[in-house]
């Protein structure tokens, strides 16, 4: 390749990723030297890029690949309005393809719907008779299954639902309405998504390539996956070796990503691309998250519910709020919804890190962060065996027992665009810190920045702009806890190699790898689009 200089841009140099005006030297596949003062070496390769902007390439390390891969095999349900446009969607979705396996519907925005609530079991089936149905809610940790689709799932679809607790919703007489949480959701969306890679073929290749391809196409120099199968290792170790993006992925129980993580004698032996071996736990769930708030909360939350359900002139919101398990204790209330019992959690935390396998653990509310921290803590795990994913919700006191591990956390602001207007109505950023990037980092926190796609925004770049504006539509969440340009670009690339110890934790600067992306202006202007990503100092994507 030869040595190539890049100069007339700007340059998001070395560890802290501060821009200037500069130029950088790429001696085969490694960054030979960067500066900002002199004129530039000599290279027997020139790229003048005036005006443009050289980033460390992106590391997306809560990126749901397998599972986004087959997004654009489905139908996207973001856009429903209530139950009336899911059924005609399934219903049009069976007239069209009647040799599908599933009807696979993604991003249900169901607290915008009126009624509040997913279709039912019988529903989906009067739409769809006999057809397996899975409908997913943008957070892919509820949905609603048609009878036939919980019978290959394993799931009850008659009779007494005694399996799974409250993962399985029941009506009065006991029975599943085909409404589904966490574990027994998780299952149900890995038998669709195994059954629908079956039905593919030969074609599954390409499915997950084009995946990969869009990846490169937004800068992202390297993938890593939070929850693949044991039995698809090899599915992505055959997708790694066709395509330049780097790839790295996590295990945990074959049953589905929400199912408990079964110890690390299931665990399979490496490798697990470009990373160490790794497993996925669930401290909490999505919308049944275990969070903790001051008494003053509870009053305010069923206001919100009460708002939302006059603005949509509909009681679903309210009736969804009271759903919701609350325990008021003296001077704060809790959501019952953590996965784990402290002494189980901290026996899968002793296993796993006596194997050296690095533990990545769900914790969307305080009370579940508080959990993860303390038996992190406890159990003496070291903190590169450990990043913690999300903290949606924080306090002061989560804050610190997350940073006395040293465990890094992974959060994603790019959903605030999306959610905004859900957090604030329901009332919660009146009571807790939602997405506090500048509160972790100033607690000393490594703060990594990632996408968690499908459910949020797979553009690195949209993830960047919502960590230092965190605007949505109505407004903006907290301004306070924004980030600066060059933190957010540091989280969402130096330190998240650093996090999976993989290549480019040191950012742009000589010695490390040539993983970068150029863009054709500011990375903070919203009109700024990637032209190339380098990987390994090959040009891996052009447009």
Same mark, same amino acid.
Not at 70 to 81: F, I, K, L, V
Not at 99 to 111: E, I, S, T, V, Y
Not at 301 to 329: H, T, Y
């Given at each position: 390749m030869g040595i190539r200089l890049i100069t007339g841009a700007t340059v998001w140099a070395g560890p802290a990723c501060t821009p200037a005006r500069g130029w950088l030297l790429v001696d085969g596949d490694q960054i030979a030297d960067a500066g900002t003062d002199g004129p530039p070496p000599a290279a027997g390769e020139v790229l003048d890029?005036?005006?443009?902007?050289?980033?460390?390439?992106?590391?997306?390390?809560?990126?749901?690949?397998?599972?986004?891969?087959?997004?654009?095999?489905?139908?996207?349900?973001?856009?429903?309005?209530?139950?009336?446009?899911?059924?005609?969607?399934?219903?049009?979705?069976?007239?069209?393809?009647?040799?599908?396996?599933?009807?696979?519907?993604?991003?249900?925005?169901?607290?915008?719907?009126?009624?509040?609530?997913?279709?039912?079991?019988?529903?989906?089936?009067?739409?769809?008779?006999?057809?397996?149905?899975?409908?997913?809610?943008?957070?892919?940790?509820?949905?609603?299954? &048609?009878? +036939?689709?919980? %019978? !290959? @799932? $394993?799931?009850? *679809?008659?009779? /007494?639902?005694?399996d799974y607790g409250d993962d399985i919703t029941r009506d009065r007489r006991g029975l599943p309405t085909g409404e589904l949480w966490e574990a027994a959701f998780g299952v149900a969306l890995q038998r669709a998504l195994t059954d629908t890679q079956a039905h593919a073929g030969d074609g599954e290749g390409a499915v997950l390539a084009a995946q990969a391809r869009r990846c490169l196409s937004l800068g992202i120099t390297h993938a890593h996956d939070p929850y693949v199968?044991?039995?698809?290792?090899?599915?992505?170790?055959?997708?790694?070796?066709?395509?330049?993006?780097?790839? &790295?992925? +996590?295990?945990? %129980? !074959? @049953? $589905?990503?929400? *199912?408990?993580? /079964?110890?690390?004698?299931?665990?399979?032996?490496?490798?697990?691309?470009?990373?160490?071996?790794?497993?996925?736990?669930?401290?909490?769930?999505?919308?049944?998250?275990?969070?903790?708030?001051?008494?003053?909360?509870?009053?305010?939350?069923?206001?919100?519910?009460?708002?939302?359900?006059?603005?949509?002139?509909?009681?679903?919101?309210?009736?969804?709020?009271?759903?919701?398990?609350?325990?008021?204790?003296?001077?704060?209330?809790?959501?019952?919804?953590?996965?784990?019992?402290?002494?189980?959690?901290?026996?899968?935390?002793?296993?796993?890190?006596? %194997?050296?396998?690095?533990?990545?653990?769900?914790?969307?509310?305080?009370?579940?962060?508080?959990?993860?921290?303390?038996?992190?803590?406890?159990?003496?795990?070291?903190?590169?065996?450990?990043?913690?994913?999300?903290?949606?919700?924080?306090?002061?006191?989560?804050?610190?027992?997350?940073?006395?591990?040293?465990?890094?956390?992974?959060?994603?602001?790019?959903?605030?665009?999306?959610?905004?207007?859900?957090?604030?109505?329901?009332?919660?950023?009146?009571?807790?810190?939602i997405l506090g990037g500048r509160r972790l980092l100033q607690a000393g926190v490594p703060l990594v920045l990632s996408s968690d796609h499908p459910s949020g925004p797979l553009d690195p770049l949209a993830n960047l702009r919502a960590a230092v504006d965190r605007r949505f539509a109505d407004g903006e969440l907290q301004p306070d806890q924004a980030l600066s340009r060059p933190e957010a670009v540091r989280a969402a690339t130096a330190t998240a190699a650093a996090s999976l110890g993989a290549p480019g934790a040191g950012g742009l600067q000589p010695g490390q790898p040539a993983d970068l992306v150029i863009c054709d202006g500011d990375p903070f202007n919203p009109a700024t689009r990637v032209t190339q990503t380098w990987i390994a100092g090959t040009v891996a994507w052009s447009g």
């Open positions: 890029l005036a005006g443009g902007h050289v980033l460390p390439g992106f590391v997306d390390v809560h990126l749901h690949l397998t599972q986004a891969a087959w997004y654009p095999h489905g139908g996207d349900a973001w856009g429903w309005r209530g139950l009336e446009d899911a059924l005609a969607a399934v219903r049009a979705a069976a007239a069209a393809d009647p040799a599908a396996p599933w009807l696979l519907f993604w991003d249900a925005a169901r607290w915008r719907w009126p009624q509040g609530r997913l279709p039912t079991a019988r529903e989906l089936d009067q739409a769809a008779p006999g057809r397996r149905v899975l409908i997913a809610t943008a957070d892919m940790h509820r949905g609603a299954v &048609s009878p +036939a689709g919980l %019978a !290959a @799932a $394993g799931l009850p *679809s008659h009779g /007494p639902a005694r199968p044991p039995g698809w290792h090899q599915r992505m170790l055959s997708l790694r070796s066709a395509t330049p993006l780097r790839l &790295s992925w +996590a295990t945990g %129980a !074959a @049953a $589905g990503m929400h *199912s408990p993580a /079964p110890g690390p004698d299931a665990a399979p032996d490496g490798p697990y691309g470009d990373s160490g071996r790794e497993v996925k736990l669930f401290a909490d769930g999505g919308d049944r998250c275990a969070i903790q708030l001051p008494s003053r909360a509870a009053p305010g939350l069923l206001r919100g519910a009460i708002q939302q359900s006059a603005r949509l002139r509909s009681p679903g919101p309210l009736r969804e709020a009271l759903r919701r398990k609350l325990i008021v204790r003296p001077g704060h209330v809790h959501t019952p919804y953590l996965r784990y019992t402290d002494a189980d959690l901290a026996r899968l935390m002793d296993a796993y890190a006596g %194997a050296g396998v690095r533990m990545r653990i769900h914790a969307l509310g305080n009370l579940a962060g508080e959990q993860a921290a303390r038996l992190l803590q406890q159990t003496g795990v070291p903190p590169a065996l450990a990043t913690i994913d999300h903290l949606m919700l924080l306090d002061p006191v989560t804050v610190d027992r997350v940073a006395a591990t040293g465990a890094t956390v992974s959060y994603q602001p790019g959903i605030i665009p999306r959610y905004g207007d859900m957090l604030t109505g329901m009332r919660v950023d009146r009571y807790a810190t």
